[in-house]
């Protein structure tokens, strides 16, 4: 048989080999195939981590050849069959030709049978032949190929799987789990084969050694179980044979027993699951047969002996169910020799812990309950035998488990369930109720209490009712005497509480015929147990009981017979515990509903004339608690409608005695509960409430004075509880209440020196703080429960009386300032609580206050470390609204007392909620005093005053304080805006003050800050727009909340943008004023806070003036000043810049006031002026605008003075300092661009200058308002800042932009500087540096002429001085300008005047060099040129002008003719020659060559005039020719020369060049001269003679020498005629005289002459007659 199926299956492989459709290569089919599963094979471009991502070029090769299956599907089958015997095929590439071939069949179904055949024997082989290396993948795909096919083509398939199932052969495993596959998918089709699939496989068990073969067996088998299953529940649908369910049972039972036998104790886990999963289908097919039934219970043995192995007892245990259940239906019951073991098997599980590995313990457990009913059904005395001897055991476990499989068994709802059974339980319990461990106990009660639910009622009565009873006391004691070391019993213990307090339940709503003992039991629970939680349900069962026994007629009898038993609460007792416990209503399972419903039941029986009340009032109660829950209720609410009922109760006693005892009672319940705790808080509240209405006082004295003795006042709770306790019973007691504390106090016996209050408790010993802190706050209490009627008489005295009295005797610790704050809350609140206070005025008031304040004062300002300065400043608030009222110095001390307590408190981080709640509080006080304060002085004023008590926190460095401050400021400025609203206006510019100071914060570093500040502003603005009418409307309202979200971010710079757009919405609602004072208030705040602040407020500064500048003309100098004042201040470069580009944009609006302003600033020029300046020299425009402005400040001062027409002309006249000036001048100068030659201002700029350098000579320089304006700095200026350098450096610096470098060198080699820095030298240094200006500055000779002119008509002396030395007169550009004649007419107006001499000299010089820069117009003007000239000969003022006079004459008489001079020739002639004997040597020079001149002018009409001049002039000329100035002798010896012609003499015209002449040849000269006189003139040479010797006395020794000489020569040459004529003895003496000169030179000059005179004296006496005689 075997070589029959390898002859078949060689045949099948060559056939395969065989076929290759010969179309494939001619279409090219295969190809395009083959290049789509190349595709498929390929990566993926992207992968998906989850697995859902698959590669879209897969999918799409995929869908392609899937697409082309539908046209030609056996064309790609047949590709792809031939790819699936390509050699070496990947594993993947199989994969995904399989699954293309199932798409392909699904989607074809019918295919050619060919391919079909083709594709079932490579599937096949495939499948059977794959390598386990691969991970069975091939194998599985071609097994799901093949269950693919079978839908279609089942025959095939089957065949090919049958025909390698052989009998006593192990087959390929693939082969079962194909078998398998296709017996899921086509039932009824393989049914027929179903039987020899079965037959064959089992004889494959014995050969199926390999674990995961026989796991593949027990699928399979599971799998044909099913689908037999399946194919016998719809037989009617099958159209094959039937074969029936005993047939199938028979077949099946070998292969259980196998499994059961052999299988099942293999050491594999995963085959012994396969094996039990596999037992259950065949299970469901063995059991149903009677015969195979009994068999099956044999091998109940093996199933129990997996218990012990590694299996998971779920399993075996459902096997074991299944097989029970069905002994029970069938009645059938197991051998009685398996019960044992059974019984053992399964118990064990129940009281053992499973395993750690086991994961179905719990559902393990059900399974084995059922299987106990089932057992319990069939053998229930067995059974009971078995849990009782299970129950000797004393092992807990095992009676737990035993009591929970009673109480299953008891709780199975079976008819067959007899009562010997449950009797059989019970006595098995009532063999353990003496086990006192918690779990026991618990399942104990829980069996009662199923018994109960299970209707068994009168089996419980007596033991079950006794035990319960029993169960909750003894839980209740144990839980209210817990340790707590005893953690795990207790939880233990509270679990038996539970059940316990279940199971009353269970029995007193399902058990009728309770009895008397069980109630009582019960009632005495409520009044008696101190654990609380018990209670509801407690409540809730007496309530059912006491319903059933008030319906039962003989209610009455069992009551009075219960009386007889017990003693049962009274009354007041019950209501008075069970108000209390209500005071807590959803504590222990809501008993507040529980219990009003018990006293509601109850009301008939304890107070019957408070039913009614009841009746109406607990409905109403129990309503509010289900309308409410533990979350959403209110205790203050809930105890409210409890006192309600209560004073609506108590009305009902009609002034009995019934008051006075529940009184009592409450007061006796005080010491059942803790404190603290609600229920003890509530009784004390509850005992005030009831005395407040308790009809006897000295009554109420007794028990009021008995709770002062026995509180504990070291306790807080319970200090405050009598407190409390006071205070109500003061509602209607305050008499009583105030007798009762003076008692007390007197019985203490209070002394300031011993404080003997320890004697009268010995357990709890008073402190005397303690108990003075008590006192104080009852008598506050006292004082806010009082009536209002009897308040204000005792309010002074005792109460605050009282309070002052114990605080000022105390030790003031902060529990004693803490009572003492809320003793004066207390009572002032109390005060504002009477409607009719009218005039009344709080006596003690002013103490308080003062008190309370030095206990702020002493608070330490940077730590909280208790509550004293909250109620302090709470206590504050309440004493400002009661009169007499604080002033509003004495409200901004508070005020400040307050900020400076609360703002420096540093907020406390980490989870310190305490910390967070006093620092929370401090500041809602601190808020709460600081409006009541306020209130009183809703004004500008009082908010000035406010603002300004914050404003130094508001700028403080640390950022919580400025958050608190600006949080304050928020709340009173919402506050002012609400209470005030347009009644009174702000003050003028206090609007903008307040604004100031709060928007740099919204650029605030924190958050909050920033918000607030925002709001703040909000609020401001409001209040503004409705005290004025302004604009301000909904439109900006919205931009200002956008302003505000984007001031939510992080990022400074989006920040300072809001914060500008802020400034930008709302600046047109500040008055020119209040805009003012904002400027002034931003200024003044720069440098308190860190960059970011300043950067806001120089943004708002610059919003705001581009916006407004142009209309401020009234307030620029108070912002300039204010900016200018505080720039300084500001060290960030970009907070500068902006202040500085403020100052700017003033100045392009308003130049003049901002110019004046710069300008009287102080010297030496400030770090932050100069900045300002150098900003202005980078933009050159307005840098161009601004030197205008300067030079105009400089010239103002040489022009006429006119009446200021506006604000700006006052500006503009503003007198300035000339030195800050032109310091500002140079700085421009200097910085502006270089490149830029300022063509348009040089001119300006050169004359400006060069007056300025002029005036700064003059007396006037130093004005007394300069020297006012410099004592602002100390000490003197530097030596560099004077108006002269400062002038000429500028000067230089001018120079140096106009890029001449000729002219540079010329103005230093010409040293023309020098010349400007001199006072002596400056009109000479001027006058060439116009000269060298008008050769190197040729395109600005006309600017330079306009203004030359104006200054020379200047009223200015200075400027006209300046002017006139700049006149350029010397050079042809004022003739070629066409001004000539005005120059000429101011120079000569110049000249005449006698006010200035340098003036003077200035315009005869220039008139001068008239000749050298017009001199064709020289004789145009000659008249006027000649008579100014010779004006300043006629009238000598000066040597200075007279010597410039001559000079002038001199020029001006080289470009006339004789004719031309007219007679002016005879005056400036005789004129000149007064001159030649001048001092000045300066004058003896101008008037020698002036002299000359003339003697070169002379025609024929004035040649005989000036032979008489020259004779005159001929002796000074001989003598000066040896003049001491050189310069002078020079001159004086060429005149002379050109003076000799006049004499017609040719033998004295031979003479050497003019001004070469030397000692021996002017005395050559001399001597020839006067040898000709002698000659020709001998009187004209006496006459000389006697004039020479009028020198002899001259005051310049050379000129003595000379006529000494020049006498000797002419005496020498003259006759004897005229020496007779001689005064001998008078020459002699004269001569003699200069013996006695101080010159040797003179001496020795005046002895030659004397020599000469005696030889010629003895000459004339030889020459005589009478010496001839």
């Not at 000709?1572 to 006496?1582: C, S």
């Amino acid at each position: 048989m075997t070589e029959v199926v390898t002859d078949s299956e060689e045949d099948v492989q060559g056939e395969v080999e065989d076929l290759s459709p010969p179309d494939l290569d001619r279409t090219g089919t295969f190809q395009q195939v083959t290049n789509l599963l190349d595709i498929m094979d390929s990566e993926p471009a992207t992968t998906d981590t989850t697995g859902s991502g698959v590669d879209l070029r897969k999918t799409l090769a995929s869908g392609i050849i899937t697409e082309k299956a539908a046209t030609a599907p056996s064309v790609v089958m047949s590709a792809l069959i031939r790819c699936l015997q390509v050699p070496e095929i990947s594993p993947q590439r199989k994969v995904n030709i399989y699954s293309i071939l199932q798409e392909i069949i699904q989607q074809q179904g019918e295919l050619e049978e060919q391919c079909v055949q083709r594709l079932v024997a490579i599937a096949s082989r495939e499948m059977r032949e794959s390598p386990e290396v691969e991970g069975y993948v091939n194998a599985e795909v071609a097994s799901d190929t093949l269950v693919a096919l079978s839908r279609n083509h089942f025959s095939l398939v089957m065949y090919e799987l049958q025909h390698h199932l052989k009998p006593l052969s192990l087959t390929d495993e693939f082969v079962i789990v194909t078998l398998a596959k296709l017996a899921n998918g086509n039932v009824f089709e393989f049914m027929p084969y179903m039987g020899i699939t079965l037959a064959t496989m089992f004889t494959m068990l014995r050969l199926a050694n390999d674990a995961k073969m026989r796991q593949v067996i027990c699928n399979a088998m599971e799998t044909f179980c099913e689908t037999v299953q399946f194919y016998l529940r719809h037989l009617e649908d099958s159209g094959y044979p039937v074969m029936t369910e005993d047939q199938f049972a028979l077949k099946l039972f070998p292969m259980y027993r196998y499994f059961v036998t052999v299988w099942l104790r293999h050491q594999n886990p995963e085959v012994k699951l396969g094996v039990i999963k596999a037992l259950k289908p065949m299970l469901n097919l063995l059991l149903p047969n009677d015969d195979l039934r009994e068999q099956v219970y044999d091998y109940i043995p093996l199933l129990l002996a997996e218990y012990q192995g590694s299996l998971e007892a779920l399993f075996i245990t459902q096997v074991l169910r299944q097989i029970l259940e069905m002994s029970v239906s069938t009645n059938t019951p197991i051998p009685q020799m398996q019960l044992h073991p059974l019984f053992t098997e399964l118990h064990v599980q129940v009281c053992t812990k499973a395993p750690a590995q086991h994961q179905f313990s719990s559902q393990n457990l059900v399974e084995i309950v059922h299987c106990f009913i089932a057992l319990a059904h069939s053998y229930p005395k067995e059974l009971m035998r078995f849990f009782f001897s299970q129950m000797e055991i004393s092992q807990e476990a095992v009676r737990v488990g035993t009591l929970t499989l009673i109480r299953a068994v008891v709780s199975a709802n079976e008819p067959r369930m007899n009562i010997r059974t449950v009797c059989l339980a019970i006595r098995v319990v009532k063999n353990t109720l003496s086990d006192t461990r918690s779990k026991v106990r618990m399942a104990i009660l829980r069996i009662i209490s199923q018994l109960a639910l299970s209707g068994y009622q009168d089996r419980i009565k007596g033991w079950g009712l006794k035990y319960v009873s029993v169960q909750l006391t003894l839980s209740t004691y144990k839980l209210t005497n817990c340790r707590e070391s005893l953690y795990h019993r207790d939880l233990e213990e509270k679990m038996v509480h539970k059940v316990t307090m279940d199971t009353v339940k269970v029995i007193t709503s399902s058990v009728s015929g309770m009895s008397n003992e069980f109630w009582v039991r019960l009632l005495c629970y409520i009044m008696e147990t101190n654990y609380t939680e018990a209670l509801a349900p407690i409540c809730i069962s007496l309530t059912n009981l006491a319903e059933r026994q008030l319906q039962s007629q003989d209610a009455e009898a069992g009551v009075a017979s219960k009386n007889k038993l017990v003693d049962l609460p009274t009354p007041q007792k019950l209501l008075a515990r069970l108000l209390v416990l209500m005071s807590s209503p959803y504590k222990g399972e809501g008993r507040g509903v529980a219990m009003l419903n018990l006293l509601r039941t109850l009301s008939q029986s304890i107070v019957p004339f408070m039913a009614d009340v009841w009746e109406t009032e607990i409905p109403l109660l129990v309503r509010y608690l289900e309308e409410h829950t533990e979350f959403t209720w209110n205790q203050k609410a809930w105890e409210d409608k409890l006192f309600q009922f209560l004073k609506h109760s108590l009305k009902k006693t009609r002034g009995s005695t019934w008051i006075l005892r529940l009184s009592r009672e409450l007061n006796n319940q005080m010491e059942n509960f803790d404190s603290p705790s609600v229920e003890k808080g509530f009784l004390y509240q509850a005992l005030g409430f009831t005395l407040a209405m308790a009809p006897e006082a000295d009554k109420v004295e007794v028990l009021l004075l008995e709770l002062l003795y026995k509180t504990d006042y070291s306790n807080g709770f319970d200090r405050e509880g009598v407190i409390v306790c006071f205070g109500l019973c003061a509602r209607g007691q305050v008499k009583t209440v105030l007798n009762v504390l003076q008692d007390f106090e007197e019985r203490i016996q209070e002394s300031e020196q011993s404080w003997q209050i320890g004697a009268w408790r010995k357990d709890h010993p008073w402190g005397r703080e303690t108990v003075k802190s008590a006192l104080m706050v009852m008598y506050s209490r006292v004082a806010s429960y009082c009536h209002p009627q009897l308040l204000l008489t005792l309010v002074d005295n005792p109460i605050t009386a009282k309070i002052i009295h114990h605080y000022s005797s105390s030790c003031q610790d902060i529990s004693l300032k803490m009572a003492f704050m809320k003793s004066v809350a207390q009572v002032t609140s109390a005060i504002r609580g009477v409607q009719s206070l009218e005039d009344f005025q709080f006596a003690h008031k002013v103490t308080l206050t003062g008190t309370i304040a030095a206990i702020i004062k002493a608070e330490p300002p940077d730590q909280l470390a208790s509550p004293v300065r909250t109620m302090a400043m709470d206590a504050l608030a309440h004493l400002s609204k009661l009169k007499p009222f604080y002033s509003l110095e004495e409200s901004s001390e508070l005020m400040d007392i307050g900020i400076y307590s609360v703002i420096s408190l540093q907020p406390p981080g980490g989870d310190n909620e305490s910390m967070k709640a006093l620092y929370g509080n401090a500041l809602s006080a601190l808020e709460q005093l600081m409006e009541s304060l306020l209130q009183r002085h809703l004004d500008p004023k009082g908010l000035q005053e406010m603002v300004h008590l914050l404003e130094k926190w508001i700028l403080s460095e640390k950022e919580w304080e400025r958050e608190k401050a600006m949080n304050l400021h928020l709340h009173l400025v919402q506050i002012y805006v609400q209470s005030i609203g347009v009644c009174i206006p702000l003050k003028l510019g206090q609007f903008g003050t307040l604004v100031g100071l709060v928007a740099p914060c919204t650029c605030d570093t924190h958050l909050r800050t920033r918000l607030a500040s925002a709001r703040v502003l909000s609020c401001l603005l409001d209040l503004h727009a409705s005290q004025t009418c302004s604009l301000w409307g909904a439109s900006k309202e919205k931009e200002l909340e956008r302003c505000e979200k984007d001031l939510w971010g992080t990022d400074a710079d989006s920040i300072l943008c809001a914060s500008a757009r802020i400034a930008k919405a709302v600046c047109m609602e500040f008055s020119s004023d209040e805009l003012v004072s904002l400027v002034q208030k931003l200024c003044e705040n720069i440098g308190a806070l860190g960059p970011q602040h300043d950067k806001a407020s120089v943004t708002w500064v610059s919003t705001f003036l581009q916006t407004r500048a142009r209309e401020l003309e009234d307030k620029v100098a108070e912002i300039l000043g204010a900016i200018l004042v505080h720039l300084p201040v500001a060290e960030d470069q970009d907070v500068r810049r902006l202040l500085i580009e403020g100052i700017l944009l003033l100045a392009h609006y308003h130049q003049d006031t901002v110019l004046t302003a710069l300008l009287r600033q102080p010297l030496p020029m400030e770090s932050h002026l100069t900045e300002v300046w150098l900003a202005v020299a980078k933009n050159m425009p307005f840098a161009r605008t601004m030197l205008r402005g300067l030079m105009g400040r400089l010239q103002s001062r040489f022009t006429r003075r006119v009446n200021a027409t506006s604000k700006a002309d006052i500006w503009r006249m503003a007198a300035v300092d000339p030195l800050m000036t032109l310091c500002t001048i140079h700085l421009l100068v200097e910085n502006m661009d270089s490149d830029d030659k300022l063509s348009d201002l040089v001119p300006d700029l050169i004359y400006t200058l060069l007056l300025q350098l002029g005036s700064s000579y003059q007396p006037e320089a130093a004005s007394p308002t300069l020297k006012t304006w410099r004592l602002v700095q100390p000490g003197p200026l530097p030596e560099e800042l004077t108006l002269q350098r400062v002038t000429v450096k500028s000067m230089q610096l001018l120079f140096r932009r106009l890029h001449s470098e000729r002219l540079l060198w010329a103005l230093e080699e010409q040293s023309v500087w020098t010349l400007l820095e001199s006072s002596e030298t400056f009109l000479q240094g001027v006058s060439l540096l116009a000269r060298l200006c008008v050769g190197f500055l040729a395109g600005y000779r006309q600017r330079l002429l306009e203004l030359v002119l104006r200054g020379m008509d200047s009223d200015v002396l200075s400027c006209r001085v300046s002017s006139t030395a700049v006149c350029f007169m010397g050079e042809p550009v004022l003739h070629q300008e066409k001004l000539l004649r005005p120059a000429v007419l101011l120079l000569e107006r110049g000249a005449e005047q006698e006010e200035d001499e340098a003036l003077r000299v200035l315009s005869l010089r220039a008139l001068g060099n008239m000749a050298l820069g017009a001199p064709r117009k020289v004789k145009q003007y000659r008249k006027l040129l000649l008579e100014t000239c010779l004006g300043s000969l006629r009238v000598p003022a000066s040597t200075r002008a007279t010597a410039e006079g001559m000079e002038a004459l001199t020029k001006i008489l080289a470009e006339l003719r004789e004719g031309d001079v007219g007679a002016s020739f005879d005056a400036i002639s005789e004129h000149c020659r007064r001159f030649f004997d001048n001092e000045s040597e300066l004058l003896r020079f101008k008037a020698f060559k002036l002299f000359g001149k003339l003697a070169m002018v002379v025609g024929i009409s004035k040649k005989h005039f000036f032979k008489g001049e020259v004779r005159k002039a001929w002796v000074p000329l001989l003598l000066h020719c040896q003049d001491p100035c050189s310069n002078t002798a020079q001159a004086c010896t060429a005149t002379m020369f050109q003076c000799v012609h006049f004499w017609g003499w040719k033998s004295l015209e031979r003479l050497p060049r003019q001004g070469e002449a030397s000692a021996d040849e002017l005395a050559v000269f001399q001597t020839t001269m006067c040898s000709v006189l002698t000659q020709k003139k001998p009187a004209v040479l006496y006459c000389f003679l006697l004039e020479t010797l009028t020198y002899v006395r001259n005051n310049l020794s050379r000129i003595r020498i000379a006529s000494c000489n020049l006498a000797g020569i002419m005496m020498k040459q003259m006759s004897a005629h005229y020496l007779k004529k001689l005064d001998f003895p008078s020459l002699r003496n004269s001569l003699q005289e200069l013996q006695l000169d101080t010159d040797p030179g003179v001496r020795r000059a005046a002895l030659e002459t004397l020599k000469v005179l005696d030889g010629c004296s003895q000459h004339w006496v030889s020459a005589s007659p009478g010496g001839r005689s």
